[in-house]
């Protein structure tokens, strides 16, 4: 381990082999903090908080802390953050609201400066969230997702994976999988085909993914017809299954 001789550590704190924490860090006593895991000056991680390995976290991070909820009384509840996940400056992470539950950040995930991530967010692998993008409580962004600069998500909405959402967009309904969607409030525009195409998607699935859109976005169906057609007429494969589930699992409605 290389610490800071400024650096204030909890002596019950589980600091493991190769970790690097810099100049004026403060660590709780109920954080574990993985292998050669990087810290850098003046970041705080707090509570019932567990980072992985291999992380490495930028100057005047908060991770841990408090949440932004009226109902938290106290409880125990956690911050999880995976492996390999690059965390910038003065990003924020909250730990959950209630007992026993946790906000999760998978694996090597980009979180750039000034993003949050509220109480009980779910943020799966592979994500990026572009400086000033903020998650409100419960919400989700699943794998290979993109948020681009300054976009806001609504309490318990779900961005699926492979979407792509752009700058400054307004979030309060599910972005679908695959989707490029931007506005305030949010449109879905198409297929994020450069998103997929860069991330070595198979041509042939890209091309049912687009027949699918174009039901569902352009047929002029309300969304259960549109479901229903694709069933019938496109070969019922991974991605089109995924997709299928993720708009009849919505609870918020998925933005058209």
């Known amino acids: 381990m290389t610490i800071h001789n400024t ?13 690097k924490i810099g100049p004026w860090s403060v660590i709780g006593e109920n954080v574990e903090i993985g292998k050669n895991t990087e810290i850098a000056s003046n970041v705080v991680i707090d ?24 109902k ?31 906000t999760l950040v998978e694996n090597n995930n980009f979180l750039m400066a000034y993003t949050h991530i509220a ?5 799966g692998s592979n994500v990026t969230m572009v400086n000033f993008s903020g998650l409100s409580g419960h919400s989700v962004l699943e794998d290979e997702c993109v948020l681009a600069g300054m976009v806001g998500i609504h309490q318990g909405a779900r961005v699926g994976k ?12 599910d972005i679908p999988p695959f989707a490029r969607a931007d506005g305030h409030p949010t449109r879905i525009y198409g297929l994020n ?4 195409t860069r991330k070595n998607i198979p ?3 890209i091309e049912k993914l687009k027949k699918a859109y ?42 058209k």
Request: positive net charge.
């Open 7 to 19: 650096a204030v550590i909890s002596p019950s704190a589980k600091i493991s082999k190769g970790v």
């Open 47 to 70: 509570g019932w908080t567990s980072i992985g390995e291999n992380n490495k976290i930028s100057p005047g991070a908060v991770i841990g802390t408090v949440p932004q909820d009226v």
């Open 72 to 102: 938290y009384d106290g409880a125990r509840a956690y911050v999880k953050i995976g492996n390999g996940n690059i965390i910038r400056e003065y990003v924020t992470i909250n730990r959950a609201t209630e007992i026993e539950t946790e």
């Open 119 to 123: 109480h009980n967010c779910r943020v």
């Open 162 to 173: 492979f979407a792509m959402v752009g700058g400054l967009s307004k979030v309060v309904k």
């Open 193 to 196: 085909t450069i998103g997929l």
């Open 203 to 205: 041509a042939p699935v």
């Open 214 to 255: 174009k039901i569902l976005f352009r047929s002029g169906m309300n969304t259960s017809q549109a479901l229903g057609k694709i069933e019938e007429e496109i070969p019922l494969i991974d991605e089109i299954q995924y997709l299928i589930n993720f708009i009849k699992t919505s609870d918020r409605g998925i933005c």
